[in-house]
């Protein structure tokens, strides 16, 4: 590699992200030339025009989510839409999306470097969503009935089975989708979008951070169980407690 190049590593194509249970593919990174390389990656499904970039978004945040892209490292458009079998274009789009949701950086003429996240970094985004999140909890859990909350447990459920099959992606996509439906009963869009930017810039892993091991990922998918029936029961100090816990004890 000439000197002054960028270091680009590819992860494996996606063709679409991954359901709650899917086992992702067996993947070996190399170090030749101090790239990272993968053994018989799988080929790339074939995915329509009208479709490409959001199957691409997708596909780059679950490997965000699951480490294959790497905190640190910077990567072009070209070679990650040669791992996906398509253009760099489609790409170049996601990526953009990406660095605005805080995932990655553009470096010009070079690629797109995926955020260096720091354990105090990820510390203030706790504090900053309990600060917005747990008033609105409590104001929620004297005025919603307990109906209402019921008819949240399916995706609280769902959260609890991605966990237990170590589906990092699948659980984050799950996790949020759990924490906008308590939020949108607020009936304020604004702090439904803050929040979730909030949340999934949280989800972006930590530098040279362990995986979350499947134990970790089940214990915070039963805090979701504890505080619907924390809300149903109208358990302010409870709803409080865990709603604080929740976000700094988090495993994504």
């Given at each position: 590699m000439e000197q002054g190049r960028a270091r680009?590593?590819?992860?494996?194509?996606?063709?679409?992200?991954?359901v709650p249970g899917q086992a992702r593919g067996g993947e070996q990174r190399g170090d030749a030339r101090g790239e990272?390389?993968?053994?018989?990656?799988?080929?790339?499904?074939?995915?329509?025009?009208?479709?490409?970039?959001?199957q691409i978004l997708a596909a780059l945040r679950t490997a965000l989510v699951d480490g294959d892209l790497v905190p640190g490292?910077?990567?072009?458009?070209?070679?990650?839409?040669?791992?996906?079998?398509v253009s760099a274009t489609p790409v170049r789009e996601a990526m953009q999306q990406l660095s605005i949701e805080g995932a990655v950086e553009v470096v010009p003429n070079r690629g797109f470097r995926v955020t260096e996240r720091s354990a105090r970094e990820l510390a203030e985004l706790a504090e900053v969503r309990?600060?917005?999140e747990v008033p609105v909890m409590l104001r929620l859990a004297r005025t919603v009935p307990a109906a209402r909350w019921?008819?949240?447990?399916?995706?609280?459920?769902?959260?609890?089975?991605?966990?237990?099959?170590?589906?990092r992606a699948g659980y984050a996509e799950c996790d949020r989708?759990?924490?906008?439906?308590?939020?949108?009963?607020?009936?304020?869009?604004?702090?439904?979008?803050?929040?979730?930017?909030?949340?999934?810039?949280?989800?972006?892993?930590?530098?040279?951070?362990?995986?979350?091991?499947?134990?970790?990922?089940?214990?915070?998918?039963?805090?979701?169980?504890?505080?619907?029936?924390?809300?149903?029961?109208q358990n302010l100090p409870v709803v409080q407690s865990l709603v604080r816990e929740h976000f700094t004890g988090s495993a994504l």
């Open positions: 680009e590593a590819v992860v494996p194509a996606y063709g679409s992200p991954r990272h390389t993968h053994s018989e990656p799988p080929a790339p499904r074939t995915v329509h025009r009208h479709s490409v970039r959001g490292e910077v990567y072009s458009a070209p070679a990650l839409g040669e791992r996906f079998g309990a600060m917005i019921a008819e949240l447990r399916p995706l609280a459920e769902a959260t609890t089975e991605a966990a237990a099959t170590g589906d989708a759990f924490h906008r439906a308590l939020l949108t009963l607020a009936g304020n869009q604004q702090l439904v979008q803050v929040a979730d930017d909030l949340h999934r810039r949280a989800q972006w892993p930590l530098t040279a951070a362990p995986v979350a091991r499947r134990g970790e990922l089940v214990a915070d998918a039963a805090e979701h169980l504890a505080l619907l029936d924390a809300l149903c029961a």
